[in-house]
């Protein structure tokens, strides 16, 4: 048991998704595990669940007003005025910029003369560009964390140009660059300029070996009979998750089958008119859409219930076909939702998204389609051979997915 403390690590996540996301989840444990603090800065956002690490030595601050100057901070009930018209132009200008040297700044001084910070890590460029310079402010090392890929030539907008110029110029200097896997590796490198030396690759995946413990979560809330197969497809509802073809094809499938949608929003006032086409169009005989927050428990236990996994990609944008996003094209280790279904020993249904195409090619953990319309057929051959595929789904996480194998890196790097 480790009775001294190493120092603190301050986490810049400028998002409030963060319960969904296992590789900062349990990013924090190895942390604390390995004798330090960790203060995690992020929002919070009522469509998800709130994260709750029942750590003590973990910290969570939501929409603190000194910290990010890129991302979306409620503003305090004292700057809007009568009506509810905010003052947001004098509060991002004037106020933020004067709480955040004033006050944040030196809080941070003084937790750091209390307990030492050992480094700074900031979540794609809107994390980094404010984590960046408190980190040199109090002379201490500074990770980039890219989460998602970003690309000068698909910056459209001025402040998508301005963003991307900062993180390049900005994560040249971080002492190391996360990222997942090989292909987005080889991707950021090309695009920011980074010496590879700096790369550590940690997939977005959780903690612990895979197991197969089938469970009746989802049976349980939503009153599906133990004689249909349950297809999951988790995660955000997006055209670029294919959710709207894939519940087109499902409604189509064998009785024996019935797919669920679920998102861990509260409900589809996010990205609404699409989500609800979805919900409109799905037939409650073969798919349910349901919005439920859960925890990263909860969402095992959910993952458990199911029988197969879905986790198909879109990379190209709606209405156009001439240029993929690479975001998405190159999906490689950065799937949160096919990590959960490997770790829990689902087998998987893949399209041709590079990552996913090559762990299903080298561990026959599941298939890979080309079309939607084949997703019938391969779930029925999934099921002819259920065991085998489940065994290699196991094995397929664990030999790469894995998160501490890969973080443990990390770890040293900031024990040298």
């Not at 980074?194 to 940690?202: D, E, G, R």
Request: aromatic share 12%; glycine share 6%.
């Amino acid at each position: 048991m480790i009775t001294k403390l190493r120092g603190r690590i301050g986490i810049f996540y400028p998002w409030g998704n963060l319960e969904t996301l296992p590789c900062l989840r349990d990013a924090a444990m190895l942390l604390v595990n390995s004798g330090y603090t960790v203060e995690f800065y992020t929002l919070h956002e009522d469509d998800f669940p709130l994260p709750d690490f029942r750590q003590e030595r973990i910290t969570v601050i939501t929409d603190h007003p000194g910290v990010f100057t890129q991302a979306g901070v409620k503003l305090p009930r004292w700057t809007f005025g009568r009506g509810g018209r905010p003052y947001s132009w004098f509060i991002t200008k004037c106020c933020r910029p004067l709480w955040r040297q004033f006050f944040f700044e030196r809080e941070l001084c003084r937790r750091h003369a209390a307990l030492p910070y050992k480094c700074f890590i900031g979540m794609d460029p809107e994390g980094l560009i404010d984590a960046a310079p408190l980190a040199k402010r109090l002379g201490i090392p500074f990770i980039f964390w890219s989460l998602e890929l970003r690309f000068a030539e698909d910056s459209l907008t001025k402040r998508q140009r301005t963003l991307k110029t900062q993180e390049i110029q900005i994560s040249r200097q971080a002492d190391i660059v996360i990222i997942q896997d090989k292909w987005r590796a080889k991707a950021i490198i090309e695009e920011n300029g980074f010496n590879p030396a700096k790369i550590m690759l940690v997939p977005n995946s959780p903690i612990g070996k895979a197991r197969r413990a089938p469970g009746n979560y989802i049976r349980e809330q939503l009153g599906i009979p133990p004689n249909r197969k349950i297809v999951l497809c988790a995660g955000t509802i997006r055209w670029w998750a294919m959710s709207q073809e894939i519940v087109e094809a499902a409604n189509s499938w064998p009785e024996n089958y019935i797919l669920v949608m679920h998102s861990r929003q509260r409900s589809y006032t996010y990205g609404s008119e699409y989500v609800k086409k979805i919900v409109e169009m799905a037939d409650p005989q073969h798919v349910i859409v349901t919005f439920h927050p859960t925890s990263s428990e909860e969402y095992r236990s959910l993952v458990d219930s199911a029988d197969i996994g879905l986790a198909l990609y879109n990379p190209f944008l709606p209405m156009s076909s001439a240029k993929p996003d690479r975001n998405l094209e190159f999906m490689g280790f950065s799937s949160g939702k096919l990590a959960a279904y490997l770790h829990c020993g689902l087998p998987v249904i893949v399209n041709q998204s590079t990552g996913p195409k090559e762990l299903i090619n080298e561990y026959h953990c599941g298939i890979c389609v080309t079309q939607l319309s084949e997703i019938s057929n391969a779930l029925g051959t999934i099921l002819k051979h259920y065991d085998e595929y489940s065994a290699n789904a196991c094995r397929c996480f664990n030999e790469r997915l894995e998160f501490s194998q890969y973080f443990i890196k990390v770890i040293k790097w900031l024990e040298e």
